[in-house]
């Protein structure tokens, strides 16, 4: 997580090119928030106890943590105060814009951000909380801290939510994924960014946070919040799991929601978000040199279309019907052709009692 704190990370590009939460996300978790386990699509298989609260739940305020560039803390509108907190100040000033810009500067009075570590909330008060929540964040915090700290400032009844995206999808190429799972997750350290992630906060990712423990681990048998509800986003994609990935063994297993209809372009934007291959380039500042001006990024971005090429030739092949230019060439993929891209999503839920 230090590599977004670095003045060399360019905010404004990391939230140009990420994808945008959908609203239904949210709206699970403002349902979760006023019923429980109750309101999750599927709960036959839910063990956790005691989710619903006795107490009627309160719309006051809304603490989101690890707020990056605030595209989460703008939906937490439904608060009458919401609070932004993240470690980085250009992550902080990039949210402030980004919650004037989605809501206009009369409408943000409501919203007010901190820079501070997630683990260290001295600035709110015992039990002011009413919902926490932390997008793309929770795979950095220290849990032995974090469960104390929340079960400190979150009011009864109320919720905590947090939620990662991992290994990116195309949909349309499942040929790819062995492709994109090298780009990610290899070992060696000239053609993949596997080497350059901060871990083992990458690691508790990419297992979609099964390594988060459970509130109890870190505050005892007191029972002052739920076991976990987990909820797991992730349509085909880890039926079975690979041999680097855990077994989700997930009570509730929904279709994908995550999703960006999106371009080849817009995923090489995409690239540059990564956290790894800033960490790559600072290692190998001559990288576009050595390879005929192209960055280990656009190298693998380059692959991915030619493989692209490959399957959709394929499948014309098999349908008896292979597309050509004027020249006679068989058309190719452009960088303005229209991608979908797909995102499995590891939800974690819980109550204070």
């Not at 989710?51 to 009458?80: I, K, M, Y």
């Not at 206009?104 to 919203?111: D, I, L, P, R």
């Not at 050595?290 to 960055?295: A, D, I, N, S, Y």
Request: aromatic share 10%; charged share 25%; hydrophobic share 35%.
């Amino acid at each position: 997580m230090s590599t977004f704190a670095k003045s060399s990370f360019n905010a404004a590009v990391y939230a140009a090119s990420r994808p945008t939460y959908p609203k239904a996300l949210f709206q699970l978790i403002f349902n979760y928030h006023e019923k429980g386990a109750a309101a999750l699509p599927d709960t036959s298989n839910i063990t956790s106890t005691g989710s619903n609260s006795s107490l009627r739940p309160r719309w006051n305020t809304a603490v989101d943590l690890g707020c990056g560039t605030g595209q989460a803390t703008t939906e937490l509108h439904p608060f009458q105060r919401v609070i932004g907190v993240d470690p980085s100040e250009g992550m902080v000033q990039r949210a402030r814009e980004h919650v004037e810009g989605a809501l206009g500067s009369e409408k943000t009075s409501q919203f007010s951000f901190v820079q501070s570590s997630a683990e260290k909330l001295e600035f709110l008060e015992n039990e002011s909380v009413d919902l926490i929540i932390a997008a793309q964040a929770a795979h950095w915090f220290d849990w032995d801290k974090q469960w104390p700290e929340i079960a400190r400032i979150l009011r009864p009844s109320g919720t905590v939510a947090f939620w990662t995206y991992s290994e990116f999808r195309l949909p349309q190429y499942p040929s790819l994924t062995p492709l994109i799972t090298h780009y990610l997750q290899g070992k060696d350290p000239d053609t993949s960014l596997g080497p350059y992630w901060e871990r083992p906060g990458r690691t508790i990712l990419e297992r979609h946070l099964v390594d988060v423990p459970e509130p109890k681990q870190a505050l005892g048998q007191s029972g002052i919040m739920t076991d976990t509800d987990r909820v797991y986003f992730s349509g085909p994609y880890h039926e079975t799991s690979p041999t680097n990935s855990p077994s989700l063994n997930a009570p509730v297993t929904l279709p994908i929601i995550l999703r960006s209809q999106s371009t080849w372009n817009g995923l090489l934007g995409y690239f540059h978000t990564f956290s790894s291959l800033h960490n790559y380039i600072e290692k190998h500042p001559d990288d576009a040199q050595k390879h005929g001006g192209k960055t280990l990024a656009e190298r693998t971005w380059m692959e991915l279309m030619e493989g692209a090429e490959k399957e959709e030739q394929e499948r014309k092949q098999l349908e008896g019907a292979v597309e050509k230019d004027k020249l006679g060439k068989e058309v190719k993929i452009k960088g303005e052709d229209e991608l979908v891209v797909e995102w499995p999503v590891a939800m974690v839920l819980a109550k204070k009692l």
